[in-house]
């Protein structure tokens, strides 16, 4: 039930076409770092893509979402979980992480900022058991850029509850990382064709900043 190792891939690009038609918006995105947590980044090889390729990309959304005003969102889940709170997870995965720092810690490179946002992470979506919704209600914002690992599992469950909560998502296919080039590629096809944009971290950096420089 532990986690797999994971072999060294390069990520996936993004499909060529997505069936929906949106554009980020630095007035109404939201960017997602996603479960970038030592214990779930610990399966891949260090310095090996896709993790090392992920972190870098990660980041320099990151910089450039702070940059543009973009309001930023961490999930992180806790160790020692109440084996009732876990739930179903148990079954599948085991009791998870332990409460250490070596386990719960974000990965230092993409460590979150003040004014940043950390929500403690109970079930696949980022939007289960959280306040992430009202968050980016209050704040103006309805779409959602999605970054991290899993993205077969806890990204893939985030965006397609994104999109069924009418907040338009982005999956970021180089700044994503899954158990395999397989399953990460099947994620990026299920999100372009039945709920959202996939795009790389190139050509979102370059919206972001178009649209930042058209509203300058």
């Known amino acids: 039930m532990a986690l797999p190792r994971i072999a060294p891939y390069a990520p996936p690009p993004a499909p060529r076409d997505s069936r929906a038609p949106w554009r980020p918006d630095p007035d109404r995105m939201a960017l997602l770092v996603h479960d970038m947590q030592q214990y779930f980044c610990a399966p891949f090889t260090p310095g090996a893509e896709p993790l090392n390729r992920v972190t870098a990309n990660i980041a320099r959304l990151l910089t450039a979402a702070r940059t543009a005003g973009i309001p930023v969102f961490y999930t992180a889940q806790k160790g020692d979980q109440f084996r009732p709170d ?25 460590a979150p900022e003040p004014g ?37 599992i806890g990204c893939l469950c985030t965006t397609a509850e994104a999109f069924q909560r009418d907040i338009q998502p ?24 039945a709920c959202g944009v996939v795009m790389e971290t190139d050509a979102a950096l370059a919206a972001i900043r178009a649209e930042a420089l058209t509203c300058a």
Do not use: C
Request: no cysteine; charged share 25%.
């Open 170 to 193: 982005f999956a970021i296919s180089d700044a994503q990382a899954d158990f395999d080039l397989a399953r990460h590629a099947m994620a990026m096809d299920w999100v372009a064709g």
């Open 86 to 110: 876990r739930g179903l997870q148990a079954d599948l995965w085991g009791p998870g992480m332990r409460a250490l720092p070596e386990h719960e810690a974000i990965l230092p490179e993409l």
């Open 116 to 152: 940043d946002h950390l929500l403690v992470k109970h079930r696949y979506s980022a939007f289960q058991r959280s306040n992430l919704e009202t968050l980016m209600r209050a704040r103006g914002r309805d779409q959602l850029m999605v970054t991290g690992i899993y993205a077969h």
